[in-house]
């Protein structure tokens, strides 16, 4: 069994942690994050390092001491370099664009998808001659740049005979062989 829950997660130069009560609170040159702490879990900050201990040895603990051992370290990570999310358009006329926050998709349906974006998600689409266009995706909260990119994949998933649709950059997808004829 995986005992990540254990290792220490270290600050990162540049992040400012605090911990009150049950919330603690990461702040970083790319923005802020907070996370409520679950009951059993205790957190403490020593020399640069954040010690994460469990009140017994009950699953419900030691699921909940990994859980929020990774929560804080994509927390710090995110504030410091931000995490970033690439979906590549496979299709004929696929294309993407962007103005400001407004992505504007279009995926082989009558009119075009325009998705309004958070605020603290960073979006660039980047649209070569031959190749297929790509939407990036920034920010420094992993949680809310999965979720917008799993929003605009579940738009158009790719089918297993082409290949056609929107599929993260690197995903490898399995593919099924037609009718013979």
Not at 25 to 51: C, F, H, W, Y
Not at 56 to 62: F, G, L, P
Not at 110 to 133: C, M, Q, R, Y
Request: hydrophobic share 40%.
């Amino acid at each position: 069994m995986s005992r990540i829950g254990k290792n220490p997660v270290s600050i990162a130069q540049g992040v400012d942690v605090s911990i009150k009560e049950n919330v603690i609170t990461v702040k970083g040159k790319l923005g802020e994050l907070t996370q409520t702490i679950s009951e059993g879990i205790t957190v403490k900050i020593e020399d640069a390092q954040i010690v994460l201990e469990r009140a017994s040895e009950s699953k419900d603990h030691k699921a909940q001491h990994g859980l929020m051992r990774a929560l804080i370290n994509n927390m710090i990570e995110g504030v410091s370099k931000g995490w970033t999310k690439e979906l590549e358009l496979v299709g004929v006329g696929y294309r993407a664009s962007n103005q400001g926050q407004k992505l504007d998709l279009a995926l082989g349906f009558s009119h075009n998808i325009v998705l309004e974006l958070a605020p603290e998600v960073k979006v660039e689409t980047v649209s070569d001659k031959g190749k297929n266009p790509i939407v990036k995706l920034t920010s420094f909260d992993k949680q809310l740049v999965g979720q917008v990119a799993a929003k605009i994949r579940g738009f158009r998933r790719p089918e297993p005979y082409k290949g056609k649709g929107v599929k993260f950059v690197g995903e490898v997808l399995r593919r099924k062989a037609g009718k013979s004829a």
